[in-house]
């Protein structure tokens, strides 16, 4: 016995971190839509135009953002797409870099150059007096998704910073201590109507990158205490926010990990989330038609979960707030998979062994193991390492009803498989287990 019990701990994974109250049902969730939606939608050359074509500030706002017009904005039609992909919550941008407010904001300095008009989508556009932030809150609320915010810490437009554009990034440096005190004031401004007027569930922060790689975008006007204080300003006013370690990053600050475009070998140290685009682009690009397959994105959806992390998947509406028709097939086909499956997603965590299986991915649950079965074995069984507790039945997630046989030995157990899989992006085996597997 005590031979088998130091064993057996080896092969399993590490134990999992506590999840604070506040955070459970994102952690619980797993799959939440990203929405980049600014003024650079209209140009539709990508959320970085102004940046990589060298924009003068006036130029932008004269020949872009004063033309940026989402009048077939659909909150609806958007809140049903992530509802039928399966995701839980949705994260629209507010600001972008480029400084644009997508809601009619009352802060004075978020100006356009001339300083005469808000720089906002309700006071620089033809578009009107409409809230789209409020009608995609309100469809968010109808459908039971959570509704939540990003906001950029930079601001390309903002006259407390002098923006300079080198070698297709653009630095944004304080004109003096007294324009970074006035900004942060404002920003902080900002972010209290933000809240006070969406009551977001979690705040996703970008733009904070003071030390990204040796090129300090921020001019290290953006340091760890302010990161630290704004959190401590959110949180006052809303205990229950969850925000993101983008605050200023790599810091260990917020609430949760944000690697990005990246999936990490194993699970981190506390909880985190990929934010992926399906194509290349963040922000609508017209250029950009190289999508990823249902199955690339299935797959690596159930990666991502197994490791212990949330996936948060881009869409970038176009100018006229519709959603490019590559878009909507791509989530509409993740959720035909998701109608099936969304139960080896939701509320599930990472993968109870720490080597990963050469046919695919392991989620699990209480009483519940999913194998993720990627590559069909062509002996026709499927091997797991032994579980904690008894097994008390194996079935295809899609064929509850269908028992498969099974054996359990020497640390093993060995599943009969049908010939084929039955889906071929990814067949979940599912074994109820007497307790944790
Ligand atoms: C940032 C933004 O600049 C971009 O426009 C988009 O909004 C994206 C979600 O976030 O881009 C980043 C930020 C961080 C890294 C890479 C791109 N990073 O840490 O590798």
């Excluded at 994260?91 to 300083?115: C, L, P, Q, R, Y």
């Excluded at 906001?151 to 653009?170: A, C, F, K, P, R």
Aim: charge should be positive.
């Amino acid at each position: 016995w005590m031979i088998l019990m130091g064993v057996v701990p080896s092969f399993r994974a590490n134990a999992q971190y506590h999840i604070p109250q506040k955070l459970k049902w994102w952690y619980n969730d797993r799959f939440g839509m990203f929405i980049h939606f600014g003024s650079y939608s209209f140009l539709a050359h990508g959320e970085w135009a102004f940046s990589i074509e060298h924009w003068k500030k006036a130029d932008y706002q004269q020949q872009v953002s004063s033309h940026f017009n989402p009048s077939k904005f659909d909150a609806n039609e958007i809140v049903q797409l992530a509802k039928d992909a399966g995701m839980k919550y949705i994260v629209i941008t507010a600001k972008h870099h480029e400084g644009f407010s997508m809601w009619d904001t009352k802060v004075k300095s978020f100006k356009d150059v001339t300083g005469k008009k808000k720089y906002s989508l309700q006071r620089f556009t033809p578009f009107g007096k409409r809230d789209v932030l409020m009608e995609l809150k309100k469809a968010c609320d109808a459908a039971g998704i959570k509704f939540c915010l990003y906001y950029s810490i930079l601001d390309w437009s903002h006259s407390s910073q002098e923006i300079s554009h080198i070698n297709g990034s653009t630095y944004s440096t304080m004109k003096s201590d007294e324009a970074r005190t006035a900004y942060i004031r404002d920003m902080k401004a900002q972010l209290k109507e933000l809240i006070d007027r969406y009551h977001p569930a979690s705040l996703w922060f970008d733009g904070d990158w003071t030390y990204n790689a040796g090129q300090p975008t921020l001019e290290k006007w953006w340091t760890k205490s302010d990161g630290v204080n704004l959190y401590n300003y959110l949180i006052k006013l809303d205990p229950n926010l969850v925000v993101n370690e983008r605050v200023c990053r790599s810091f260990g600050l917020g609430d949760y990990e944000c690697p990005e475009q990246k999936v990490p070998d194993a699970p981190l140290s506390r909880p985190w989330e990929t934010c992926q685009t399906i194509n290349h682009s963040w922000g609508y690009n017209k250029n950009d038609h190289d999508y990823k397959s249902t199955k690339a994105l299935i797959q690596k959806l159930v990666k991502v979960v197994s490791r212990d992390g949330n996936y948060l998947l881009n869409i970038g509406p176009k100018g006229d707030g519709t959603v490019p028709e590559q878009t909507a097939d791509s989530l509409k086909a993740i959720g035909k998979w998701m109608a099936v499956y969304g139960e080896s997603i939701y509320g599930t965590t990472r993968s109870p062994f720490k080597t990963e299986p050469a046919w695919g991915f392991y989620t699990k649950k209480e009483g519940k193991l999913f194998a993720h079965v990627f590559a069909w074995p062509q002996n026709g069984v499927l091997s797991i390492p032994a579980l904690k507790n008894s097994i008390t039945k194996v079935y295809l997630m899609g064929d509850p009803d269908k028992a498969l046989d099974y054996s359990v030995k020497d640390g093993k157990v060995q599943i009969s498989l049908p010939t084929n899989a039955p889906d071929g992006d990814d067949s979940v085996v599912v074994l109820d287990v007497a307790g944790a597997p």
